[in-house]
């Protein structure tokens, strides 16, 4: 029996990776189980970009290593970044894997895993990787049916001083326009109502192929070509957020208002050590001409405290940003050296308890923020995507509105109305919590 438990870590291009590998499995006669102790392989495919994911995939494989002593026919293979990063040095670290496979090589997990008792333990090309997928490339789509992600590059070239992305996945390389669109539209046909574009930095979609390929030009030709009714941004370089692209939200309702923009910090000491190419006026510049052209648009950013040389001054500022712009999602990260990375090398370091402090200042500004920005929807129609039953309790439906992105935003909790998991329905907001809202659906309106 060909059986595959699989563990995806990391982010969605991790997942997209993922799911690459899944069909390729499937087509050679793997079935997915859902517990290790009935799977014949077991796959993780690991996050390498700080040091807390590559401990979470360490334990990750180190607990699914147990179940290989009760039956030795059992194969664990690891995937990913971590393997990418660190390479050969693995081997002797894990001796419980049979086979790790680098960035270049995941696309040909299959044959890998035929010939897995015959070559190296390890297939994995050094440095970055340089492989980039396209629409010949099958995939199993894993998230559920309606929603996927399109990832559009690989790699970066913004060289952030704490990051070690582009050492991993290696410098930007673009899809063409024409190969995305057959991949949205085969997407489509399979369901999908909302598709979220992803890349490490979406503005910067297509600065090395020319002027014919940038990210407004994608985004007209998935409109143009498909009807898929969700159309989400997320990641977009804080100073490459264009006018053109702001003006084309304004004016197509079927990409949603709402843009995951990471500011890093607002100091411009420290954002200038983070090899971050701005400052502070910039990013005011950006949330005023976010709001001037698409009024309501949620913006969700990430805070990064504690970084080298960092004070409390800086610390300062950042709350006072945040309680000026009122944004409406803000993910907060205490900073940690990495291995390799120019921010390793920087004096000044900030303790883990002064760290921990800023994190949760910061942390309790931006709860205060979100709490009272919720309000605004009670009382409001808002359509919203069903998800299914709640997590939280079966007498509950689940879903969410344009405002707020799968796996990291809050959701809304419908508490009465019939749907089905895909529909986008209108429902009216009957309560609002820091992060998730309660409504109703709105009958006789039907599906959106």
Not at 199 to 218: I, M, P
Not at 357 to 381: D, H, K, N
Not at 421 to 427: A, F, K, W
Request: charged share 25%; net charge negative.
């Amino acid at each position: 029996m060909k059986t595959l438990y699989m563990v995806s870590l990391g982010c969605p291009k991790n997942l997209v990776d993922s799911e690459v590998m899944l069909a390729a499995l499937e087509q050679v006669g793997y079935s997915v189980v859902e517990q290790p102790e009935d799977a014949s392989l077991l796959l993780v495919n690991t996050c390498g970009f700080i040091r807390p994911a590559v401990e979470e995939a360490i334990d990750e494989i180190l607990a699914l290593a147990v179940y290989k002593e009760d039956d030795a026919d059992k194969i664990l293979v690891v995937t990913g970044c971590m393997v990418q990063r660190y390479g050969s040095e693995l081997i002797t670290e894990m001796p419980e894997v049979d086979l790790f496979v680098g960035l270049d090589d995941f696309c040909h997990i299959a044959q890998l895993i035929l010939d897995i008792r015959t070559k190296n333990r390890i297939v994995t090309n050094p440095g970055p990787a340089v492989y980039v997928m396209d629409s010949s490339v099958s995939r199993r789509v894993s998230t559920p049916f309606f929603r996927s992600y399109l990832k559009i590059t690989e790699g970066c070239d913004n060289l952030c001083a704490y990051c070690m992305i582009p050492s991993i996945r290696g410098r930007l390389r673009s899809r063409p326009i024409k190969d995305l669109l057959v991949e949205a539209s085969f997407l489509e046909q399979s369901g999908v109502r909302e598709l979220s574009l992803i890349a490490q930095d979406l503005t910067a979609y297509g600065n090395e192929l020319g002027s014919q390929e940038n990210l407004v030009r994608l985004l007209g030709g998935l409109l143009e070509s498909t009807a898929i009714p969700w159309l989400r941004l997320l990641y977009l370089y804080p100073s490459s957020v264009t006018d053109s692209l702001l003006q084309m939200m304004a004016e197509q309702p079927r990409i949603l208002p709402y843009l995951d923009i990471p500011f890093q910090h607002v100091s411009d000491r420290v954002l200038h050590a983070m090899n971050r190419h701005y400052n502070r006026s910039v990013l005011d510049d950006l949330v005023q001409r976010i709001r001037r052209y698409v009024p309501g648009c949620a913006i969700r950013t990430t805070m990064l405290v504690g970084f080298p040389g960092e004070t409390e001054a800086d610390v300062v500022s950042l709350v006072e940003a945040l309680k000026t712009w009122q944004l409406d999602h803000v993910g907060v990260f205490q900073y940690q050296d990495e291995e390799g990375s120019v921010a390793a090398g920087f004096l000044q370091k900030i303790g883990d308890e002064e760290k921990a402090s800023r994190y949760q200042w910061v942390m309790e500004t931006q709860a205060e923020i979100s709490e009272r920005l919720q309000q605004r929807f009670v009382g409001r129609v808002e359509p919203v995507l069903i998800e299914g039953f709640s997590q939280e309790s079966d007498l509950l439906l689940e879903g969410r509105s344009r405002y707020q992105a799968p796996e990291i935003d809050g959701c809304v909790y419908i508490t009465s109305g019939q749907v089905h998991p895909g529909d986008i329905v209108p429902v009216q907001i009957t309560e609002a919590h820091t992060y998730d809202l309660v409504g109703e659906v709105v009958q006789g309106q039907g599906n959106l």
